[in-house]
């Protein structure tokens, strides 16, 4: 397993940006998948964007265009970079690191956005 550490989260108003980034440390980082979730009060945690090792990307469709997921090798970490934000956004975000059956999940980090 690796260790994730998110971070970038707050609270901003309808249309603002954040930048989520979760740091990575362990093994074969680099070789992992690696998502963001997001989980809003009584409601399941949803896979919002995923990248893979060669860069390949992923996103749910109410993100699509707003948001963009990105890593940096070298820095063994990922961004989440959130443009055009709404309420509906607001949730916990949790990194994910996933190679095979092998998963690990960051704390997560809170980001509220306000009307």
């Known amino acids: 397993q690796v260790q994730l550490v998110e971070s970038g989260g707050g609270l901003v108003q309808a249309g603002g940006s954040l930048r989520l980034s979760c740091a990575a440390s362990?093994?074969?980082?680099?070789?992992?998948?690696m998502s963001w979730y997001r989980q809003a009060p009584g409601k399941q945690r949803d896979l919002v964007a995923a990248?893979?090792?060669?860069?390949?990307?992923a996103y749910a469709e109410s993100v699509k265009g707003r948001f963009t997921i990105s890593r940096d090798i070298a820095k063994n970490t990922v961004y989440l970079q959130m443009d055009s934000l709404k309420p509906e956004d607001t949730a916990v975000y949790y990194c994910?690191?996933?190679?095979?059956?092998?998963?690990?999940w960051g704390q997560g980090t809170q980001v509220t956005v306000s009307s």
């Open positions: 362990g093994r074969f980082v680099s070789f992992r998948t």
């Open positions: 990248i893979t090792t060669f860069g390949t990307t």
């Open positions: 994910n690191a996933r190679l095979l059956n092998d998963v690990s």
